[in-house]
């Protein structure tokens, strides 16, 4: 939960950065290798293509390409940063954390470190990263999420292939400075995280360091579904109760780009016409950790989301770990 005294400086979202891998999969090309097709993967997901790495492109490849984007917007140095927090399912080892690999090759210093909540994850690093900075552990920190999920799926699978891509997206987190109460209302206005624990078997991976080998993703779709359905609602209801806002007052919708039928359920929710929901799944599908940075970013490039803007981002994963948080974007 995020404090709302103003005593606390206020964690604004100065900017953002991407990176999609060059090789692009379409789902005609999917149908070469599985009993699927277009006409399905697009009817049930949404999804019509998926980027994904090349062989010797690693996860933190990928985060650092984003991070120099999003350092590059907010007009900062590796070296102004005072921690990096990266949300991975898909680490590049299992040791040292992807994050300070990333911290090595953006020559940074300060503290490094991963945060694991699946498609979750980003979520889970800016509620962090916002209680780091509120509680006055640091003044900029970079949230990375980035995945290699081509590397943990079953390609023989086509009830789980042909749902996810490879990607990264990484924002920049601030302390707000000058006049007392200058940024009140701006930045991370809210964030809620959620696990169940309960519901491992729905959506895991059959590997890990006590099975010795990385493994591959098993997801009971339907049931993962229906719990996304309702646990992404509940979630973003507490979101936009504890920031003080109102569907009324959301700006725009950047969702976990799982499902296109799971994204209009909560469109609906916050009565949001299309044109202010950002949607990349069909060119993206799910990249996990990376789908809500990957997105925001582009519609900050595209100068869709201005400064000012009220963003509502929800995700669910494996865990189950869900959260939301509503962010007023930019500096005042
Ligand atoms: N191509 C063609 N047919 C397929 C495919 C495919 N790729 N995959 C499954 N089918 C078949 C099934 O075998 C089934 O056939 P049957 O009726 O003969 O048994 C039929 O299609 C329907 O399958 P369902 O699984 O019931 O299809 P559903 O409409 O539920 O869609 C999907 C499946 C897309 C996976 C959906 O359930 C979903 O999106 N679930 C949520 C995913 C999600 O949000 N994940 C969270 C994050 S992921 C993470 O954290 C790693």
Redesign the pocket.
């Known amino acids: 939960m995020t404090p709302s005294n103003p005593t606390f400086p206020s964690v604004l979202l100065t900017a953002s950065g991407s990176y999609l891998p060059q090789k692009i999969v379409t789902n005609d090309d999917l149908t070469k290798t ?4 277009d006409e ?2 697009r009817q ?2 949404g999804i019509a293509q998926r980027h994904i790495a090349a062989e010797d492109e690693l996860t933190s490849d990928m985060a650092v390409a984003a991070a120099k984007q999003a350092l590059n917007m907010a007009g900062l140095g590796a070296d102004a940063l005072d921690g990096i927090i990266v949300a991975t399912t898909t680490p590049d080892d299992t040791f040292p954390s992807t994050a300070s690999v990333v911290q090595r090759k953006l020559a940074a210093t300060g503290f490094a470190f991963d945060v694991q909540a ?2 979750a994850g980003f979520i889970y690093g800016l509620d962090v990263g916002d209680a780091m900075i509120k509680a006055g552990k640091a003044r900029k920190i970079l949230v990375i999420g980035a995945e290699t999920f081509s590397r943990i799926l079953d390609w023989q699978d ?2 789980t292939a ?2 996810f891509g490879d990607g990264a997206g990484a924002v920049v987190l601030e302390a707000s400075d000058g006049g007392e109460n200058s940024a009140e209302n701006w930045g991370i206005l809210s964030s809620v995280i959620f696990t169940d624990g309960r519901f491992r078997d729905i ?1 895991y991976v059959d590997g890990g360091v006590a099975r010795g080998q990385v493994g591959k ?1 098993k ?1 009971v ?2 049931d ?2 229906k719990h ?1 359905v309702e646990k992404l609602a509940n979630g973003l209801d507490q979101a936009m109760t504890q920031s003080g806002l109102g569907a009324e007052d959301i700006d725009w919708l950047v969702p976990h780009q ?2 296109d039928r ?1 994204i209009k359920t909560l469109q609906k929710k916050l009565k949001l016409p299309d044109e202010r929901v950002i949607r990349t799944i069909a060119r993206h599908a ?1 990249t ?1 950790a990376a789908s809500i940075p990957l997105a925001f970013d582009e519609a900050m490039r595209g100068k869709q989301i201005k400064a000012g803007d009220v963003v509502a981002f929800e995700a ?3 865990g189950l770990a869900w959260g939301a948080a509503i962010v007023r974007v930019g500096r005042p």
């Open positions: 599985l009993d699927t097709s399905w993967i049930r997901t699946v498609c086509r009830s042909v749902l959506l993703v997801m779709g339907p993962v579904f996304a799982a499902n799971i799910n996990s669910i994963g494996g």
